[in-house]
């Protein structure tokens, strides 16, 4: 039976995420993909400000930045009655939201089947093997391991393969939740759409500005320019009426697309036709033992906000270095319990602020929405949530759990919170405090008279606890409008302190100022976090 220490069920958007993050922390990983090859339809689009920095930390943001479109560029949301229409209306849209001081990342928007192949690209390079036409017919798990029953979908032949830990990334309609046996809860399937793909002579701009969704009224759906020149029209059917997807032939989609152009002379071509339901949906947990669900499998939410597949990154690279430091020795099997800790509540917050933003058009009957909180600004929803679990410490004043997210332009510092983005001087040169973190364990102190004294507790702390993965960066700041105290004052820390930050960019303690013993104090964080006591000399 072949063995890999972690197994991933479903090769989209989050198993590929999670096989790049598992990768890159040098966990080797085999990922199971029932579809033959990666997604031949565009799907998801947008990635925000929060996954472009968890792809900046692996070296992938510049690469997806050149086949995508910088969120400068991506342009705004129109409606209108038809394209030949003279008048448009404009919408607000998240990527337009002043990012500036906020991170050194830019959204971007790029096609699901143009970001996939970097993905498994960039994850067989450091040691991950994605396999295609691989159907997960069974999953066993034991106190040591999971077993899964691999189903060659072209030959038809059956293996297993026996992995330390699985995630299950197989989406919405996967296999892995069912077999789990664990529920989900929401308000369900809101409505359903078809998404056209096509090929015309289309001018991006209307009335002189570039639009990146145009609702379109003469249709009652959006449409949206995608990359390569190609563009995607989505509109509503409704099975409850008899409305059936094989209704929506090559010819009747031409016609629903040049009702949207308002014009019925432009050359058209269909792509691909594809349905999707708008759910609302969050699994009722996020673990079942060695088992850990992700992106679409653990939560499905509609498109407004562009929250989604964003979250699903989020989800990867969470669990991605927990499963690290677990399998690396450095932690013990509890710090995988935070997973659901922190991705749960987070996944139930972002879920109402999709629904929060959702147009009427969207939703045909089929689903009944909760009761939501007003819609909060998209950096503090995408950029300010706030994590409370055992791998978080925190202070006695209690003030991080007071409410699920918290203001990014207005950061704390505290534990469970978002490490700020400030602005340093570190090894030579100027970079953002979020370029020193990703590779493992990381803290952040000045580079002042208090630096030998953190600099001795990193050394000691590295050697007490095996396998574990710290570094310790002393960094000066840099000039910064508004920001006497540099980057300590934006880290709530006086001259001596130091902060203790996770490899997702996280904080996980902080020292307001140097401590009597700096190395007591720090193991004594991590023996916290971690739930593994060190090995004493």
Not at 366 to 393: E, M, Q
Request: glycine share 14%; charged share 25%; hydrophobic share 40%.
């Amino acid at each position: 039976m072949r063995e890999t220490p972690v197994l991933i069920v479903g090769g989209g958007l989050t198993g590929l995420s999670a096989a790049v993050f598992l990768a890159h922390h040098g966990v080797p990983c085999v990922v199971a993909e029932r579809a033959r090859s990666t997604s031949d339809h565009p799907r998801f689009r947008g990635l925000t400000v929060r996954s472009m920095e968890l792809f900046r930390q692996v070296g992938l943001a510049a690469r997806i930045q050149r086949i995508g479109t910088p969120g400068g560029d991506i342009g705004g949301i129109a409606r209108v009655r038809d394209l030949a229409h003279p008048d448009v209306a404009w919408e607000k849209t998240a990527w337009e939201d002043d990012v500036a001081g906020l991170s050194p990342s830019d959204a971007c928007s790029c096609d699901q089947d143009r970001l996939e192949p970097v993905l498994a690209e960039d994850a067989a390079r450091h040691g991950a093997e994605v396999v295609h036409g691989a159907e997960v017919a069974g999953l066993e798990q034991d106190g040591t391991g999971v077993t899964a029953a691999l189903r060659d979908r072209v030959t038809g032949g059956r293996h297993e393969i026996r992995a330390a830990y699985a995630v299950a990334a197989d989406g919405a309609r996967g296999r892995a939740r069912g077999l789990l046996g664990v529920g989900h809860h929401g308000p369900g399937v809101l409505g359903h759409q078809i998404s056209v793909v096509f090929d015309a002579d289309i001018e991006p701009r209307l009335r002189g500005r570039a639009f990146g969704a145009c609702y379109v009224e003469a249709v009652g759906g959006a449409l949206l320019p995608r990359d390569g020149g190609r563009w995607q029209i989505s509109v509503s059917y409704r099975p409850d009426l008899g409305d059936r997807v094989g209704d929506f032939t090559k010819e009747r989609c031409t016609e629903l697309i040049r009702t949207a152009l308002g014009r019925s002379e432009p050359s058209v071509r269909v792509r691909t036709v594809a349905p999707w339901d708008v759910g609302a949906l969050v699994a009722e947990r996020f673990g079942a033992g060695r088992v850990f669900l992700a992106g679409d499998a653990a939560h499905v939410m509609p498109p407004s906000g562009g929250f989604g597949g964003n979250t699903g990154i989020q989800d990867a690279h969470n669990l991605a270095w927990k499963l690290a430091d677990v399998l690396g020795g450095a932690a013990g099997e509890a710090l995988l319990d935070t997973y659901d800790a922190e991705r749960r509540p987070v996944a139930e917050l972002t879920l109402l602020q999709a629904l929060a933003r959702m147009p009427a058009s969207w939703a045909d009957g089929g689903g009944d929405a909760p009761a939501l909180p007003p819609a909060l600004d998209h950096n503090t929803v995408s950029l300010g949530y706030v994590y409370r679990s055992a791998a978080v410490v925190p202070e006695r004043d209690g003030a991080a759990g007071e409410s699920p997210t918290e203001d990014p332009r207005n950061p704390s510092g505290r534990p469970g919170t978002r490490a700020p983005h400030v602005a340093v001087e570190h090894g030579g040169g100027r970079c953002s405090t979020l370029d020193l973190f990703g590779d493992g364990w990381t803290l952040l102190a000045g580079s002042g008279a208090a630096s030998p004294a953190w600099s001795a507790a990193v050394r000691e702390v590295a050697e007490r606890r095996p396998g574990l993965r710290i570094a310790g960066r002393f960094a000066a700041a840099a000039d910064r409008p508004g920001a006497a105290a540099g980057w300590p004052g934006a880290y709530g820390l006086d001259a001596g302190g130091a902060a203790l930050v996770r490899p997702d960019g996280f904080v996980a303690w902080r020292a307001r100022s140097l401590p009597a013993d700096p190395a007591a104090s720090l193991d004594a964080a991590l023996g916290r976090v971690l739930a593994r006591r060190p090995v004493r000399p």
